[in-house]
């Protein structure tokens, strides 16, 4: 366990979750949980190791199960991530981790399973950066079916919109200019690919982001603006829906709609925290 770590550095939510047990052992959880969100990225393995300690001491608190779940993903622990996931989607019926669940089933050999999942009614409960996710996800298994259209396809949602720019923009902009590139529309995947670059800069992400500064009080993220980011088109090219491509395929149906979301990496994982751990990776107790 890491010297400064003190289990007050989560979230309010998570902390609120917690102050159900036992008060020796809720300190204990909140440090572990702490110690998984430190570790999670560059440490997986080190991060699971402390939300399993978590989950075997406060198996009924969600935050153990979502942080479990999470950095059993990161490891590539499908199986035991899926059965978290669906633990935490049980106890507290959200949604939210609906694509990585998808990803497990894919991950774990069943694709047929996980399309299911990804059409079912729950995905109508997921905000616009969940849709974006789960849209990649299932472009990715359609590609690997070797169906390239449909890859194509799965991601010709209405957050595809070249002229606004959100949080998830750069990703799925980058996502479908690989998948025009999967059916030999280069010149489009590269006016797409661009158009990434341009969004990250207009949103400050990517090599265009400023060093982040956390507040650990838990206060929420400064929501972006619905409608988005206006961005600049470098070609003047209208969105795939606006206007023929000259081969005469269209791309996405209707205008894209933005949905208000918070500024943050399309990739990020829950805030959760940590199970408990001896040492760190490097030493640190």
Known sequence: MDEDVTGEELDR???????SLEATNAEGVAKHLVMVGRYLYDAPEFALEHARYAVSRAGRVAAAREAAAVAAYECGEYHEALKEFRTYRRMTGDDVHLPLMVDCERALGKPDKALELATSEAVENLDA?????????????????????????????????????????????RAY??????????????????????????????QFSEPEIFDLAGDEPEAEPEEGVALADPEGETNPEEEPDPEGETGPEGKAESVSEPETDVDAEPETAEPEATEGPDGDR
């Open 13 to 19: 939510a998570t902390l609120h979750q917690i102050r």
């Open 129 to 173: 950066n969940a849709k974006v996710e789960l849209a990649i996800v299932v472009a990715g298994i359609r590609r690997d079916q070797g169906d390239l259209e449909g890859s194509l396809k799965a991601l010709e949602i209405p957050q595809l919109d070249r002229n606004r720019g959100f949080s998830y923009s750069p990703r799925l902009f």
């Open 177 to 206: 200019g690989e998948a025009l590139r999967g059916v030999g529309r280069e010149r489009e995947a590269q006016g797409w690919e661009r158009q990434a670059v341009v969004a990250e800069a207009a949103l400050g992400l990517g």
